[in-house]
């Protein structure tokens, strides 16, 4: 895959995804597909839930400059179709939960059956600390696949969050591809990945666009879902160009960690795991203070963070269990953490206070000022 390929590629599906989403806006408003601000629902004003539709056109767009356009390909669409169709719905009528999950379980068997696309192990092919699946290899896929997609639908409560964190995810799994010589895979991530940053230009907030321009909606947070996690499958089972499957949540761990926690919590309760509430840690992050622009760059930053480890960790050929055990307990930690509400935000408040005078200071977080590096800032930068 050459450079000018690749650029071609990403800029074609960046393109007609923002274009998308401007031509889309106008259709929109006339029929009502707008998310209005009520209840848990804090944005300033209605917003068209499109974003999802914006995505899919530009992948679709894109294809033509693909280097290969794999079998399975009808599969994915077909399944993309079903939950973009049936998250639509959702947005309009709010489904039960349960014709989601129905939905969800009906993609990823299309995964499984059309695309042949399924987890058969945990760990490496032939590696001896490997578990081998067999006849749970369906369950389990289903099961992986319903976890993420409900993890990037959760995680989608601020503008950025969701698409700034499968921005980074799908460029780790990128330079995943590049380091083991797949390349073919690669494509469709470069594919996806200009989809995704063209919806985050008028998703994101900046300077010239105080508020998103476009939702994902849980039509477009669903496919993304589908998307990592057919990528997920395909990168750690690809013969010869494996990658081990262990690594395939610290990609993905704020989000995952939020959902596996919340919905504990809220079956303890015993509440629904679907049911909805503000008590994600987007949530407690506004709720401390933070702008929503700061949140997204906080839940990106600690996506790269426990991503990047995980890959050195890899690297040094950290052994699985004890990646797997790790991952467990930031589960466990921050289960814990956010247990009491109240506290957690106050917690977040201060370090997000301390971190805002220090650069006000002129200094680092946890750093020593000085007069004379006080007198070289040129002005305070604001916090986030």
Partial sequence: MSDSHAIAVFA?????????????????????????PNGRKDHAAPTPFTG??????GVMCALPLSLTVPDAFFAFCLASLLLLC????DDLYDLPWYVRLLAQSGAALLMIYLGNVRAEYIGLPGDPASIDLGV???????FITLGIINA????????GVAGGVTLLTLGLLGAVCAYIGNFALLDRIVMLGGAIAGFC???????????????LGNSGSTIIGLALTWLAVRISHTPGHAVSSILIPWLLAPPLIDCVALMLRRARQGRSPFSADRNHMHHLLLDAGIRPA?????MIGLTALLGGSALIALRAHTPQIVMVAVFL???AAYYVFSGDRARAVARIARWHAAFARSVRAGVEPGGSSSASDSANVASPQKPL
Avoid: K
Wanted: proline share 5%; net charge positive.
């Fill in 12 to 36: 074609v599906a960046f393109g007609v995804t923002v274009f998308a989403v401007r031509m889309l806006d106008p259709l929109a408003r006339r029929f009502g597909w707008i998310d209005r």
């Fill in 201 to 215: 230009a008028m998703n994101m907030r900046y300077p010239w666009q105080p508020r998103a321009r476009a939702f």
């Fill in 52 to 57: 999802g539709f914006a995505i899919a056109l």
């Fill in 152 to 159: 990037m639908n959760m995680v989608d409560g601020c503008d």
């Fill in 294 to 298: 700061g949140v997204a760059w906080i």
């Fill in 136 to 142: 749970f290899t369906v369950p389990f896929t289903v």
């Fill in 86 to 89: 049936v998250g639509f719905l």
């Fill in 329 to 331: 307990l930031l589960i």
